[in-house]
Nanobody, 121 residues
Framework: QVQLVESGGGLVQAGGSLRLSCVAS????????MDWYRQAPGKQRELVAS???????NFADSVKGRFAISRDNAKNLLYLQMNSLKPEDTANYSC???????????????WGQGTQVTVSS
């Protein structure tokens, strides 16, 4: 019913920047919170940044001041601008959205497949 597709990952040198995008499609009535998560090999998945439909944001301490999250509610788009990247930012980045699907009366969570970010030293 709902698909989330990320793009924008790749290989970048330390200190560089990348911009991730996530587009949600399907039978969407409304999207509540949208998040970026990441998971590095051998580590637990962690919440990187979160943004509500009203634009309130939260960031993990490890990325504050370096990453920015934004969204385009009209186009169901989510972005993550990553600056001053470090090797420890290397991970698979996934987007998550709480979506109110047409024909239902509740929000459900959906995940994208992820996009790989690799930061070389």
């Amino acid at each position: 019913q709902v698909q989330l597709v990320e793009s924008g990952g790749g290989l970048v040198q330390a200190g560089g920047s990348l911009r991730l995008s996530c587009v949600a499609s399907g039978s969407i009535y409304r999207i509540d919170v949208m998040d970026w998560y990441r998971q590095a090999p051998g580590k637990q998945r962690e919440l990187v940044a979160s943004i509500t439909s009203g634009g309130s944001t939260n960031f993990a301490d490890s990325v504050k001041g370096r990453f920015a999250i934004s969204r385009d509610n009209a186009k169901n788009l989510l972005y993550l601008q990553m600056n001053s990247l470090k090797p420890e930012d290397t991970a698979n980045y996934s987007c998550y959205a709480r979506v109110w699907v047409h024909g239902t009366s509740w929000y459900a969570g959906y995940w994208g497949q992820g996009t790989q970010v690799t930061v070389s030293s």
